[in-house]
């Protein structure tokens, strides 16, 4: 292997699926119709994992900012106390 290059992880439609929990056909839809990416040789679908994990990552949505002035402005319950 040369210097700097990478090997990519390539796998099934059906192994996608597994990881992604959705059937084969799914899988064959969602690369057709270009959301997931893969490539085609002859017949056959292929997928770079370490793209499909991107593309997961990718469309993640962060969690909403917290307002920490709204939460300390909450009045708190008094804490019970152990006799």
């Known amino acids: 292997m040369e210097k700097g290059s990478y090997m990519a992880n390539i796998v099934t439609a059906k192994e996608v699926g597994n990881y992604l929990k959705l059937s084969e056909s799914t899988i064959y839809k969602l690369a057709a119709s270009g ?4 490539f085609k040789i002859g ?3 292929r997928f770079d994992m370490e793209e ?3 593309l997961i990552r ?5 969690p ?6 709204a ?6 319950a ?4 152990k006799n």
């Open 43 to 45: 017949d056959s679908w």
């Open 71 to 76: 939460e300390a402005a909450k009045p708190r």
């Open 52 to 54: 499909v994990i991107r």
């Open 35 to 38: 959301e997931l990416p893969g």
């Open 58 to 62: 990718g469309s993640q949505k962060p």
């Open 78 to 81: 008094p804490l019970a106390r």
């Open 64 to 69: 909403p900012p917290r307002d920490l002035k």
